[in-house]
T-cell receptor
Framework: LAKTTQPISMDSYEGQEVNITCSHN???????ITWYQQFPSQGPRFIIQ???TKVTNEVASLFIPADRKSSTLSLPRVSLSDTAVYYC??????????????FGTGTKLQVIP | GAVVSQHPSRVICKSGTSVKIECRSL??????MFWYRQFPKQSLMLMAT?????????EQGVEKDKFLINHASLTLSTLTVTSAHPEDSSFYIC????????????FGSGTQLSVL
């Protein structure tokens, strides 16, 4: 499984764009990059997933360079409710297989009014 | 869609008792579920992979006789903490992969276990 490295914490003011970068130097060919958000005392929630290039949905964008050794989660115009821990996961849940998914340290984002 | 329901959300028990935590997939079938535990201000730690109809696969250092996992149907996996001790107090979370929904996991809301 590809090990991931993220900043432990980040602070941002409300209304700003936040970019959280994750390093995964030994990502495998079949691996996807997935980001989850977790609030205290809740289970993680899926944010976005990508394999290569750029992916955008209603809440975030995910930028993946050609070598796929890193990825950047971009949250536009954050609000106080975006204060949470963000996890970058790299792996593949193969159909019919049981490849496990393990979490790294995550990035604690604190949004400041 | 893809809702994972986990119960109870919070449980307090006496030392030496057993506690069962249920994880249900409400609108899909889950052949595989994962169980995690999380201590305060720490990341999720994978405990075991629960496979429907077969024995669970435990991570190194996780006592399979203490943390009993049963995945008897495609919609239900249970984690039983046997003879609980205060050091077992933690936040337990289950998750499942949804067939056809890509390489993503859906998580339950978690169970906060407090052993007195």
């Amino acid at each position: 499984l590809a090990k991931t490295t993220q900043p432990i914490s980040m602070d941002s003011y409300e209304g700003q764009e936040v970019n959280i970068t994750c390093s995964h130097n030994n990502i495998a060919t079949n691996d996807y990059i997935t980001w989850y958000q977790q609030f205290p005392s809740q289970g993680p929630r899926f944010i976005i997933q990508g394999y290569k290039t750029k992916v955008t949905n209603e809440v975030a964008s995910l930028f993946i360079p050609a070598d796929r050794k890193s990825s950047t989660l971009s949250l536009p115009r954050v609000s106080l409710s975006d204060t949470a821990v963000y996890y970058c996961l790299v792996g593949a849940l193969l159909s019919g297989g049981y490849q496990k998914v393990t979490f790294g340290t995550g990035t604690k984002l604190q949004v400041i009014p | 869609g893809a809702v994972v329901s986990q119960h109870p959300s919070r449980v307090i028990c006496k030392s030496g008792t057993s506690v069962k935590i249920e994880c249900r997939s409400l609108d899909f079938q889950a052949t595989t579920m994962f169980w995690y535990r999380q201590f305060p201000k720490q990341s999720l730690m994978l405990m075991a992979t629960s496979n429907e109809g077969s024995k669970a696969t435990y991570e190194q250092g996780v006592e399979k006789d203490k943390f009993l996992i049963n995945h008897a149907s495609l919609t239900l996996s249970t984690l039983t903490v046997t003879s609980a001790h205060p050091e077992d107090s933690s936040f337990y979370i289950c998750s499942a992969r949804v067939e056809g929904r890509g390489e993503k996991l859906f998580f339950g809301s978690g169970t906060q276990l407090s052993v007195l």
